[in-house]
């Protein structure tokens, strides 16, 4: 018999934890798994999956105006925000129902409490401590929010899926993923929406080319982008609105102020330090590329160690680390080529490298580029165009980059994925019949570079 109560002990059901888990205890392995907050992780509860459920009930109040178009003439409607509310509650505890099911099917003994570490192989949870072969650290991330006055009158991404009403004006401070997303959901539900970004343009990190055209898309749904500010002070006033100063001086009062501006390893608490285990500047686990800290005992996967912050990506990496340790497999995630989407309006899919990146690595690149205004919106009325890009490397003839902002850009994305992961050429594009009549379609169909670069 093992000297340890469990082989595998997990703190954190968020995706990568559970997918650990759920893995090791099918290999026989002896897991348990505690969570103190959101069984499934923030994918579940205040992530992924309440955002895209909302990104959809953006999309109507849109799809109504443009339905005249087509003939669809009564397009009068009056939106709840209690029934979207609500009824994304009962999905997510749908869910979250289904993962403790999953869980305790495949035999992982599930520990509802904060779990600390005590040792190197052991773990209190409350007043008891459970000894461990090994322990993996899967506690995601958390938001960040800046100190600033008033900062507790700020919403995250925690709190924003449940307001009691829904803000009439509101403020979406950040310019990643997250407030980019929401700035589109307030505004597609009907609240007057202003995103706020201290930078000169958001989605930093993206392509420039996407992220300028995302901006000029994005200010057509009617969000007021201001770039190149920031809130000094945030004042509640008796009315229960917000008065919030810019550090320009400027001052307007409004319902709401949610903050996007980045996430944090979530190690707080974790008693790590008392351990001696390796943190990065930011907090983040630092760990060797099986996923194992300093403290051979102990391992961590997903955003707690801060590589990519993206649900499949924690998946890969609590997948490769039981294969490695229980299945004798030598797994290794490959980070290379992982296709993302951003759900603004319009949505932006992208996988490899941008063009000022593919520019230093490929000396002879050619960029194809398409812009149209898609079929569906000649007659709606709509004056929503569509981006797409592809970066070939002239010498090998790979596709080392392709990009998309337009309707569904995830979904279309995502072949173009696994065509690239397959060392797909521009001659293969080229090749491909298309499917006629759909926007993807564009992208095995141009022919000639729109700019060229030469070593």
């Known amino acids: 018999m093992s000297q340890f109560d469990f082989d595998l002990f997990v703190i954190g059901a968020g995706s990568g934890g559970v997918r650990a888990a759920r893995m090791a205890a099918g290999m026989g392995v002896r897991v ?61 505890s749908r869910l979250n129902g289904i993962y403790a099911n999953l869980l305790k099917n495949s ?43 008033g900062k507790e009158h700020i919403l995250t991404s925690n709190e924003v899926f449940d307001l009691e009403t829904f803000p009439s004006r509101v403020l979406v ?85 949610m903050y996007a501006t980045g996430r944090v390893p979530n190690t707080q608490g974790l008693g790590l330090d008392a351990l001696g285990v ?29 590589r990519v912050q993206l649900t499949p990506v924690a998946l890969a990496e609590g997948m490769a680390l039981v294969k490695r340790l229980y299945g004798g497999a030598e797994t290794n995630v490959d980070y290379n080529l992982i296709p993302t989407a951003v759900f603004c309006q319009p949505n932006i899919g992208t996988v490899g490298l941008s063009e000022e990146e593919a520019c230093k690595v490929y000396p002879n ?32 003839d790979r596709v080392v980059g392709a990009h998309m902002v337009g309707a569904e850009a995830g979904e279309i994305i995502q072949g173009i994925a696994i065509a690239m992961k397959a060392g797909a050429t521009k001659a293969m594009f080229d090749a491909t019949i298309g499917i006629h009549p759909t926007a993807a379609e564009e992208f095995v169909t141009m022919r000639e570079p729109s700019r060229r670069y030469n070593m």
């Open 32 to 92: 348990a798994i505690a969570e103190d907050r959101y069984m499934g992780g923030t994918c579940v509860n205040v992530g992924c999956v309440p955002k895209k459920l909302y990104v959809y009930a953006s999309h109507y109040a849109e799809s109504f105006h443009e339905a005249a178009g087509f003939g669809l003439i009564d397009a009068s409607y009056q939106f709840d925000w209690p029934t979207l509310r609500d009824n994304k509650k009962q999905e997510i």
């Open 107 to 149: 035999g992982c003994t599930l520990i509802d409490g904060r779990a600390t570490l005590e040792g190197p192989n052991a773990v209190r949870v409350g007043e008891q401590v459970f000894t461990a072969e090994r322990i993996l650290i899967a506690t995601g991330g958390w938001p960040f929010v800046p100190d600033i006055p």
């Open 173 to 257: 401070v950040g310019g990643g993923y997250i407030a980019v997303e929401f700035a589109g959901i307030f505004a597609g539900l009907g609240a007057q929406t202003d995103l706020v970004y201290r930078g000169d343009l958001f989605l930093r990190g993206f392509d420039q080319e996407v992220r300028a055209f995302t901006s000029q898309e994005v200010a057509k749904k009617g969000v007021n982008l201001r770039f190149n500010t920031d809130i000094a002070s945030i004042t509640k006033c008796a009315d229960g609105r917000l008065d919030v100063v810019f550090n320009d001086g400027a001052q307007e009062m409004v319902d709401a102020v």
């Open 278 to 306: 390796n943190l990065s500047r930011k907090g983040a686990i630092q760990v060797d590329d099986l996923f194992q800290t300093n403290l051979p005992s102990i391992y961590a996967v997903g955003d707690v160690i801060d």
């Open 365 to 396: 690149l050619d960029v194809y580029r398409s812009e149209f205004r898609a079929m569906k919106h000649t007659l709606s009325g709509s004056q929503e165009r569509t981006l797409m890009k592809l970066l070939v490397d002239r010498d090998t």
